[in-house]
């Protein structure tokens, strides 16, 4: 069973489009993030959710919206994509601020 | 807010020989110090983690070395294979979620 599981893999859109990805983890972790990786491998965090609670949101544009409807669950929501957006977005869960467990990664491309 | 500074941003080895990737970090209440192994096309994985109240911490071929006083932290590989290849991050935390170096690209050559 895939501990952390984010889908789509691979994201194709045209700039000024919406779109959404989403997260799941099964770990009973009660901390989840989203984690921006660009092309120079640079890991940042973008946002921080515990027990459904946004707990840190970094200098992201707010067109990036995150939504936990519970606490497995964390999903990204973009709206009008830039090109600077293309990057993989890793979701990734813990316990308290420890041992991160990672997605698969979605790999966006913004055309 | 804390931040880790990573060195070298790549390092090429010989198969055999040791790599050694060394971090700082600024936030003196940062506990707990993890390093990640990301290969080609795949997610971050964890392969040894530290926690502050520990000054050394071995694994096999890899070691974590720490020294809150100066507030740094290596990473050592001994034994070198064409397998450790990858990007490896260090990460630094403590009340606030992890925050990670910039990675190093090692390559070992056969």
């Known amino acids: 069973d895939t501990a952390v599981s984010q889908t789509p893999k691979y994201l194709v859109t045209q700039m000024g489009n919406d779109k959404s990805i989403k997260c799941e983890q099964n770990l009973g972790h009660d901390t989840m993030y989203w984690y921006k990786q660009d092309s120079k491998k640079f890991l940042k965090i973008m946002f921080s959710?515990?027990?459904?609670?946004?707990?840190i949101n970094e200098t992201v544009p707010n067109r990036f919206s995150p939504k936990s409807p519970d606490k497995a669950h964390l999903n990204l929501h973009i709206n009008s994509l830039e090109l600077g957006d293309s990057a993989v977005y890793f979701c990734?869960?813990?316990?308290?601020?420890?041992?991160?467990?990672f997605g698969s990664g979605t790999q966006l491309s913004v055309l | 807010g804390e931040n880790v500074e990573q060195h070298p941003s790549t390092l090429s080895v010989q198969e055999g020989d040791s790599a050694v990737i060394k971090c700082t970090y600024s936030d003196s209440a940062s506990n707990y110090f993890p390093w990640y192994k990301q290969e080609l096309g795949k997610r971050p994985q964890l392969i040894i983690d530290?926690?502050?109240?520990?000054g050394e911490k071995k694994d096999q071929r890899i070691a974590v070395t720490l020294n809150k006083t100066a507030k740094h932290f290596s990473l050592h590989i001994t034994e070198t294979q064409p397998e450790d290849s990858a990007v490896y991050f260090c990460a630094a935390s403590g009340n606030t979620p992890l925050v990670f170096g910039k990675g190093t690209r090692l390559s070992v050559i056969a």
């Open positions: 990734a869960s813990s316990h308290l601020n420890e041992k991160l467990f």
């Open positions: 530290i926690r502050s109240n520990v």
């Open positions: 959710y515990n027990n459904k609670e946004l707990i």
